[in-house]
């Protein structure tokens, strides 16, 4: 049996996004972080017949969510694609979609992966150290803590846990598996814990995590990718909806939705007209102080939303 979407994830700044999307009954969305199912029941909902919805997740167990009502009714209407959303444009190219109205992404790790003991993600839980999204292949964290060398375990610390002692915290994990293998989060953390300080242990903690999480996913990368294929997808007035929970993600949604692409490089065309093919719609939007009581997750939570101009307004 199926959980329900709440008991596998929260889906965060549901309103707001869903209304941003601005969505025609007609139209063909996107939502490449399906998980639990909120937001693209949310979508599906504002469907008719005609519409379409295409969601991604590259995790099994959220495919499993699709065994209970969440979806029922919207056979015609609805396509679950197993995969990593990096892969955006060969799918929707597989299915015969040119252009888009609007694309959801909901950023970061499910509520389900923190809470699931057995994966890794949290610190709570002593689990064999995994951290995989896609439990059928790529490397693990106990593969990366185990067999990078320490300059490169200092980088993923410095780059994607901005982690001041980056260089420390990586002598200190090398150190211990030359005593034996660190095979579990409780392994990982007595490795680390006499650098913690004791007033930053548990968000220092996180930092490591995250860094680790984000090298055994790609997931910079898979974002960058993601987001150059929806700028290519979306239609003229098509929209983008993003929501992001720490700086580094949040930077590339940014410089995509600023310049159109991912490096925040403004370009020019021959004449000199700066091309810009979308425009930021509103302020950043974050979680009611409401929201975030309910759902702890949504406490660093960002929505950005553009809107794809027409060919005539990409160049100013």
Known sequence: MATTAGAYHIPVLLDESIEGLNISPEGVYVDVTFGGGGHSSAILSRLGKGGRLYSFDQDADAEQQLEGDLLSGHQGT???????????????RYYGIDQIDGLLADLGVSSHHFDDESRGFSFRFDAPLDMRMNKRAGKTAADIVNGY???????????????????????AIVRRRTDAPLLTTGDLLKAIEPLLKHEREKKDAAKVFQALRIEVNNEMGALKEMLEGATQLLRPGGRLAVITYHSLEDRIV??????GNTEGKVQQDFFGRTEMPFTILGKIITPTPEEQQRNPRSRSAK???????TIEGTRQ
């Open 303 to 309: 929505l950005r939303i553009a809107e794809k101009k």
């Open 78 to 92: 609805f396509t679950f694609v197993r995969s990593n959303f990096r892969y955006l444009k060969n799918w929707m």
């Open 149 to 171: 060398a320490e300059e490169q375990l200092a980088d993923i610390l410095y780059l994607y846990g901005e982690l001041k002692n980056s260089r420390r915290l990586a002598s």
């Open 254 to 259: 940014k410089n995509v939705m600023k310049s």
